[in-house]
């Protein structure tokens, strides 16, 4: 019934640069640093962190998710948005075409 994102997306990964490009300017601590660093750059598993920090597995989560927003957001070509919605399942499948076709058309260079 539902799409399962976590099934079909690749895994979040960036390059150092990336990331400090990501991170330039975001108002966040070391250690959010340092775990999205480790989950983002070195390929670290987000429960290592969860385990060896003693915090949640959402708090982990919110640390990346974080810094992978920033990194989307400051690589968002010109005339595109971002967004996020509560759609039923017939318009949800309009939107995920719809994202195929900008994907594709932006891989073109179009």
């Given amino acids: 019934m539902g799409h399962d994102k976590d099934s079909e997306s690749p895994k979040k990964r960036l390059t ?9 300017g975001l108002d966040v601590g070391s250690q959010t640093l340092t775990i999205a660093r480790g989950v983002l750059v070195e390929g670290r598993r987000q429960s ?23 990194h989307q957001a400051k690589n968002m070509p010109d005339g595109y948005e971002r967004v996020c919605a509560v759609l039923p399942e017939y318009r949800a499948f309009l939107v995920r075409k719809w994202n195929e076709e900008a994907k594709r058309r932006l891989k073109k260079g179009e």
């Fill in 16 to 24: 150092e640069t990336e990331f400090l490009e990501a991170v330039e």
């Fill in 48 to 70: 290592e962190f969860a385990q060896t920090l003693g915090l949640s597995k959402g708090a982990i989560s919110q640390a990346v998710g974080r810094v992978w927003s920033a």
